[in-house]
């Protein structure tokens, strides 16, 4: 039976947006494993052995039930170009297995990271959600690989919105943020410019 994982990001002590990950999770148990009852990510969390300084990204391996918990250091990885690179591939759950990924990834050439277009669709990075800036707002794809929980707060909070973005739509814009659970929205942005085809 394949494996998901739920990252979550443990800041001094803190799971952050733990609601949004507990959605997430439980959605993904019944959807895929027709499983009813719920899991409170919360409870099972504050039941581990963690540390309550520095950063850490929490890993919650499983499927029909937690697997494994673990706490990994998380040093914040600097991307500061993206290699466009098309691919027809199915991430619409977070699983485990990233061996499609990991090798569209080496398409990346002297990139940093890749941004990957589907049916002519912006979705992704290799482990992040992505918006562009217009000099108003914050537009996100409408068809992501994976709808990561910092994209569904940032969502709810209406400070990025929803686009059915197209290639061709990059040069509408200027920068673009690149986040994910443990990314904070602003904490890496790009100059478009820096995107290459």
């Known amino acids: 039976m394949f494996r998901l994982v739920e990252t979550i990001k443990l800041n001094d002590g803190v799971f952050e947006n ?15 494993f027709g499983v009813e009852n719920s899991i409170d990510l919360n409870e099972i969390l504050h039941s581990c052995e963690y540390n309550k300084t520095g950063l850490y990204k929490c890993r919650v391996v499983y499927n029909k039930e937690i697997i494994k918990v673990e ?12 290699k466009v690179v098309r691919a027809e591939i199915d991430y619409s759950y977070k699983y ?26 912006l979705t992704d990075t290799t482990a992040a ?18 709808k990561g929980t ?32 443990m990314v904070n929205f602003g904490e890496i942005i790009i100059p478009v410019s820096n995107i290459v085809y």
């Not at 733990?18 to 895929?32: A, G, P, Q």
Request: hydrophobic share 35%; with cysteine; proline share 3%.
């Open 129 to 146: 959600n992505i918006a562009f800036f217009d000099d108003d707002r914050w537009y996100t794809p409408l068809y992501p690989l994976l």
């Open 71 to 82: 706490f990994v250091p998380y040093v914040l990885k600097q991307i500061k170009s993206l």
């Open 18 to 32: 733990i609601d949004i990950h507990n959605e997430r999770f439980n959605n993904s148990r019944k959807t895929l």
């Open 96 to 121: 485990e297995d990233r061996s499609d990924i990991n090798k569209l990834l080496e398409l990346r050439g002297s990139c940093d990271d890749i941004l990957i277009v589907k049916n002519d669709r």
């Open 150 to 181: 910092e994209r569904e707060k940032l969502l709810r909070e209406r400070k990025i919105f929803e686009e059915d973005l197209r290639l061709d739509d990059l040069k509408r814009f200027h920068k673009a943020a690149i986040f994910s659970t």
